[in-house]
């Protein structure tokens, strides 16, 4: 299982960012799929998550009504679209899959991508 992250980069206050992270290994329209992110120093958090056909999201509350996470199931990608960013969304921010089995949960974690948010 393989999960790609692509979209980081260094960013005005206020601007925007896509973030993409592609899937392969794995039946992605299965899965739940998250983005977490961790600044320097503090513990990884949630910051979006969808349901494994996309009906329903929830997020952080220090992102609601900026970020918005989806998914195409088609291209194994899921996408976290970030507007008006602030520099406490400085983060590295990781692409997460989660599928509860019979035998337990899989749980798969890419290796992040940097997000600067920086005048």
């Known amino acids: 299982v393989q999960l790609v992250e692509s979209g980081g980069g260094l960013v005005q206050p206020g601007g925007s960012l896509r973030l993409s992270c592609a899937a392969s290994g794995l039946t992605f329209s299965s899965y739940d799929m998250s983005w977490y992110r961790q600044a320097p120093g503090k513990e990884r958090e949630l910051v979006a998550r969808i349901t494994s056909a996309g009906g329903s999201t929830n997020y952080a509350d220090a992102v609601k009504g900026r970020f918005t996470i989806s998914r195409d199931n088609a291209k194994n990608t899921v996408y976290l679209q970030m507007n008006s960013l602030k520099p406490e969304d400085t983060a590295v921010y990781y692409c997460?899959?989660?599928?509860?089995?019979?035998?337990?949960?899989?749980?798969?974690w890419g290796q992040g991508t940097q997000v600067t948010v920086s005048s």
């Open positions: 997460n899959a989660q599928r509860w089995r019979s035998t337990g949960l899989s749980d798969y």
